[in-house]
């Protein structure tokens, strides 16, 4: 591979290339258009609105974040832009969303909400409105050489996005700019702090793009009612009644809803499997049992950034199968047009169907898988 250099929009032409930056209302797009606006891009600021079902339950919050948006805009002297994509949110997101906890699996919708909504509806929308380039608050570095663009990791370990950004594509990659590559999120909210912007100390958003934070159970089950059925463990004890086997996901502790279980030792429980034949949810013990544990996995719909897969199998690489998780050195051996297979060097835990697969190599981030199911040799 050719030096890669980092992946920017010449602001010294005349006029200077304009930037749209997705303006959230929290403090990391907040400081990536100031940054902007001191490398000598002509900025300007877009806020969407991206959710619109129970807006008056509180938990969207949308009212307060624009509210925060207004007032960065106006103290960094930049035009905001509002728009409203609950429509393609609800279709290319929320459908498949519920579609695959309807399927028992479990999705990882800001994967699909970064590829869908922020860098496809939020581009196209930016593109219509004159501008070169989208800027987010994303934590992941870009990076252009003679083979095209690359992702990589950031300088904060603890906040790197990639993991979420893997479905993006060349063209994608063209159009953006991540100005938070090179900082910690202390030194964001101390730039933030500096400038005496609002929200400098409003904390990270969490739960579900866009939807935010609920009680997960009850939100799911407006969308998709209770289906009540057994919990048992792997052998045929019945350990109580579960309200769904779409609420729950392979490795959970929390929330099983089982107290005290007579002839069973006292430790924690955790989810091992979904018989969706008998409608059973299975549970164990051992956070190491058999069953939470596989040597590698099968994937669907391999994505590569590159737009090619790598030019031979099997490919030594590295892997994650869940955010923040430590890279894991594992082997591609098999690839094919809807699925790949993958072994690891070291037994992974709760390999979860529905989750995302993301593979890395020197630091850069190739793209990845839908997790389809684990497998031992």
Avoid at 12 to 29: E, K, N, Q
Avoid at 42 to 54: H, Q, R, S
Avoid at 78 to 88: C, K, S, W
Avoid at 302 to 326: E, K, M, N, T, V
Wanted: charged residues 20%; glycine residues 8%.
């Amino acid at each position: 591979m050719t030096s890669a250099s980092p992946a920017t929009f010449n602001p010294s032409t005349t006029p200077p290339a304009r930037v749209i930056v997705g303006l959230s209302g929290g403090v990391d797009s907040a400081v990536a258009a100031h940054l902007l606006l001191e490398q000598g891009y002509a900025v300007e600021a877009l806020f969407m609105k991206n959710w619109e079902e129970d807006d008056r339950a509180g938990y969207c919050a949308a009212a307060e974040d624009l509210g925060d948006a207004q007032a960065v805009a106006e103290r960094l002297g930049i035009r905001l832009h509002t728009v409203n994509f609950a429509t393609e949110y609800w279709d290319r997101v929320f459908a498949e969303f519920l579609s695959e906890y309807q399927a028992l699996r479990t999705p990882n919708p800001d994967v699909l909400c970064n590829r869908e909504i922020k860098f496809t509806a939020f581009l196209d929308h930016a593109l219509s409105l004159g501008a070169d380039a989208i800027a987010t608050g994303h934590y992941a570095r870009i990076m252009q050489d003679a083979e095209g663009y690359h992702l990589r990791l950031c300088a904060d370990t603890e906040k790197d996005q990639t993991y979420f950004l893997h479905l993006l594509d060349q063209a994608q990659l063209a159009r953006a700019i991540f100005p938070l590559h090179d900082l910690t999120k202390p030194e964001v909210r101390a730039i933030a702090t500096r400038l005496g912007l609002r929200n400098a100390a409003k904390k990270d958003s969490t739960g579900i793009c866009f939807i935010g934070e609920r009680r997960f159970r009850e939100f799911l089950a407006t969308y998709l009612p209770p289906t009540p059925g057994s919990i048992e463990t792997p052998d045929g004890m019945r350990l109580g009644e579960h309200q769904g086997l779409a609420y729950y996901t392979i490795g959970q502790r929390q929330g099983l809803g089982i107290g005290g279980i007579a002839n069973a030792r006292e430790s924690a429980w955790y989810v091992a499997a979904k018989d969706q034949a008998r409608n059973a949810l299975i549970l164990v013990q051992d956070s190491q049992h058999p069953l939470l544990m596989s040597d590698g996995l099968d994937g669907l719909c391999p994505h590569w950034i590159a737009g090619r897969a790598p030019a031979q199998f099997p490919f030594q690489c590295q892997a994650r199968l869940r955010h923040r998780q430590l890279l894991q050195d594992c082997e591609i051996f098999s690839i094919g047009d809807v699925g790949c297979r993958v072994s690891f060097r070291l037994q992974q835990r709760a390999v979860t169907p529905g989750q995302s697969m993301v593979f890395y190599h020197d630091g850069e981030c190739l793209g990845g898988a839908v997790i389809e199911r684990g497998w031992n040799a």
